[in-house]
């Protein structure tokens, strides 16, 4: 939920308005002049002279630094990490080793997937005509299962690209089976006719099964080829990875269905788990340690350009649009500012634990400036952050105090000191600063108004 830097909204008693003191001193400093009570010291009505300044409006929100992107790898199979090739804590280069896994179970799958499709491409030769249909029949429950264990899987997937790739991969490879599948049913059905020769309908069945074995023997050459971590973006290393959902092994899953995600690397096949253990305990993988498919191995964090992800509410969110300059305060650097610039702005919101609905706001950030002009350090992503949108501004403009703007009859107005009596005045209020709000009309610079204790005054009140 955004903190609006707007305390002193035009329709609101002159009661409610705060900052006076501050405010009241930004006009007298303006004009020159001396402010004016009414009667004694303890008067509560004060009178000052109308000026000119900028008017800035700015909204609070809260916000999070978020590195560009990052990636975790980890392990495709059960197996043992042999090799760590770069430390924690430093930078690499997009495909660059960074692990090996040794898997003697993907090997394994490897060499059995290895001889299931040699075995399938010799397959066919001296079979009747009455087994063909309880081959197909096999053939095609073992696929439909197989095609659904792996939807079930890609499902639980965390990360939606990958998610979305695989369960396409997983589509595309059970179209290609259904189509070899209804030719074979086809040539089956016209042998047991009579109409069509054996060999016709053992060679559809064949085409069946042996796409089905070459799917199998892709997925698992690709399950060892992904042994070999690389870093599928520059950045920084970290070890472990991030806390996400659970552990689901997709390569002995998606085996059986075929084929590695189209546009997915190999070192992300089997990335499903990206969960972690509990609070307290390193999850960083030693080497010579043993993973389990899904295991995060490392993550590699791209850093080189910073953003910030604001939370801004639905009341203010139209006021805030692209390339918007904004102020920054980090929790973890008191007294510094950075710079930030507004990137984009979502369309669909986001609700929040009590209710309210607020939209997010990327920002790319600057570097920061601690008091004394000295540079701040550069934050790391997660931290929490206060963004202080400048959503609107006037310069030179006829300003008051926002205390001496009140509500009379749905209009905003403010009292002006004429010959000595106070007469109401209709205003427009422009923008609204933290303690001044521009007037686009109704009083000029030197007219002089009461900008505190409005709410004590009367139509034709005698002010001295």
Same mark, same amino acid.
């Given at each position: 939920?955004?903190?609006?830097?707007?305390?002193?909204?035009?329709?609101?008693?002159?009661?409610?308005?705060?900052?006076?003191?501050?405010? $009241? $001193?930004?006009?007298?400093?303006?004009?020159?002049?001396?402010?004016?009570?009414?009667?004694?010291?303890?008067?509560?009505?004060?009178?000052? #002279?109308?000026?000119?300044?900028?008017?800035?409006?700015?909204?609070?929100?809260?916000?999070?630094?978020?590195?560009?992107?990052?990636?975790?790898?980890?392990?495709?199979?059960d197996g043992t990490l042999t090799s760590l090739r770069v430390p924690p804590?430093?930078?690499?280069?997009?495909?660059?080793?960074?692990?090996?896994?040794?898997?003697?179970?993907?090997?394994?799958?490897?060499?059995?997937?290895?001889?299931?499709?040699? !075995?399938?491409?010799?397959?066919?030769?001296?079979?009747?005509?009455?087994? $063909?249909?309880?081959?197909?029949?096999?053939?095609?429950?073992?696929?439909? #299962?197989?095609?659904?264990?792996?939807?079930?899987?890609?499902?639980?997937?965390? &990360?939606?690209?990958?998610?979305?790739?695989?369960?396409?991969?997983? #589509?595309?490879?059970?179209?290609?089976? #259904?189509?070899?599948?209804?030719?074979?049913?086809?040539?089956?059905?016209?042998?047991?006719?009579?109409?069509?020769?054996?060999?016709?309908?053992?060679?559809?069945?064949?085409?069946?099964?042996?796409?089905? !074995?070459?799917?199998?023997?892709?997925?698992?050459?690709?399950?060892? &080829?992904?042994?070999?971590?690389?870093?599928?973006?520059?950045?920084?290393?970290?070890?472990?990875?991030?806390?996400?959902?659970?552990?689901?092994?997709?390569?002995?899953?998606?085996?059986?269905?075929?084929? !590695?995600?189209?546009?997915?690397?190999?070192?992300?096949?089997?990335?499903?788990?990206?969960?972690?253990?509990?609070?307290?305990?390193?999850?960083?993988?030693?080497?010579?340690?043993?993973?389990?498919?899904?295991?995060?191995?490392?993550?590699?964090v791209d850093t080189a350009q910073l953003g910030l992800l604001a939370e801004v509410d639905e009341t203010d969110v139209l006021l805030v649009r692209? =390339?918007?300059?904004?102020?920054?305060?980090?929790?973890?650097?008191?007294?510094?500012?950075?710079?930030?610039?507004?990137?984009?702005?979502?369309?669909?919101?986001?609700?929040?634990?009590?209710?309210?609905?607020?939209?997010?706001?990327?920002?790319? $950030?600057?570097?920061?400036?601690? =008091?004394?002009?000295?540079?701040?350090?550069?934050?790391?992503?997660?931290?929490?952050?206060?963004?202080?949108?400048?959503?609107?501004? !006037?310069?030179?403009?006829?300003?008051?105090?926002?205390?001496?703007?009140?509500?009379?009859?749905?209009?905003?107005?403010?009292?002006?000191?004429?010959?000595?009596?106070?007469?109401?005045?209709?205003?427009?209020? =422009?923008?609204?600063?933290?303690?001044?709000?521009?007037?686009?009309?109704?009083?000029?610079? =030197?007219?002089?108004?009461?900008?505190?204790?409005?709410?004590?005054?009367? &139509?034709?009140?005698?002010?001295?």
């Amino acid at each position: 939920m955004s903190r609006v830097r707007r305390p002193h909204p035009p329709r609101l008693p002159a009661a409610t308005r705060p900052r006076l003191l501050t405010a $009241l $001193l930004a006009v007298v400093a303006l004009t020159g002049t001396t402010a004016a009570s009414c009667g004694d010291d303890s008067s509560p009505v004060t009178v000052a #002279e109308v000026g000119r300044a900028e008017v800035a409006e700015v909204i609070d929100a809260p916000a999070t630094v978020a590195a560009r992107a990052a990636a975790t790898l980890t392990a495709p199979a059960d197996g043992t990490l042999t090799s760590l090739r770069v430390p924690p804590g430093h930078r690499v280069a997009r495909g660059q080793v960074l692990a090996v896994i040794d898997s003697p179970a993907a090997q394994d799958r490897l060499r059995q997937a290895r001889e299931a499709l040699r !075995a399938v491409k010799r397959a066919g030769r001296g079979v009747g005509a009455g087994d $063909l249909g309880g081959r197909l029949r096999g053939t095609d429950q073992a696929a439909a #299962e197989a095609f659904d264990a792996a939807r079930r899987a890609a499902g639980k997937i965390g &990360d939606p690209q990958l998610r979305s790739a695989l369960l396409l991969q997983v #589509e595309s490879a059970q179209r290609q089976y #259904e189509s070899a599948a209804r030719a074979a049913d086809r040539a089956v059905a016209a042998v047991q006719r009579g109409l069509a020769g054996l060999n016709s309908a053992v060679g559809a069945l064949s085409t069946a099964q042996r796409l089905q !074995a070459q799917q199998a023997y892709d997925l698992a050459k690709a399950t060892v &080829d992904a042994l070999t971590l690389r870093a599928p973006i520059a950045g920084v290393v970290q070890p472990g990875g991030t806390r996400a959902g659970g552990s689901t092994d997709l390569s002995a899953l998606l085996g059986a269905a075929g084929g !590695a995600a189209a546009g997915v690397g190999p070192s992300a096949v089997g990335s499903a788990g990206q969960g972690g253990p509990p609070p307290g305990v390193d999850d960083a993988v030693p080497q010579g340690g043993r993973v389990t498919a899904g295991t995060p191995v490392l993550t590699v964090v791209d850093t080189a350009q910073l953003g910030l992800l604001a939370e801004v509410d639905e009341t203010d969110v139209l006021l805030v649009r692209a =390339g918007l300059t904004a102020a920054v305060e980090l929790d973890a650097v008191t007294g510094a500012s950075y710079d930030a610039t507004v990137r984009s702005v979502d369309l669909l919101p986001t609700t929040s634990a009590r209710g309210g609905v607020s939209y997010r706001v990327r920002l790319s $950030l600057g570097a920061g400036r601690l =008091g004394e002009g000295e540079p701040a350090p550069a934050p790391r992503p997660g931290m929490n952050a206060v963004v202080h949108l400048r959503v609107r501004a !006037a310069t030179d403009a006829v300003a008051v105090p926002a205390s001496a703007v009140f509500s009379a009859d749905g209009r905003d107005a403010v009292w002006v000191l004429r010959d000595g009596h106070a007469d109401r005045v209709p205003v427009t209020v =422009g923008v609204q600063g933290q303690d001044l709000v521009q007037i686009v009309d109704g009083v000029q610079a =030197g007219d002089r108004v009461v900008v505190r204790g409005a709410d004590q005054v009367h &139509d034709g009140q005698e002010l001295r």
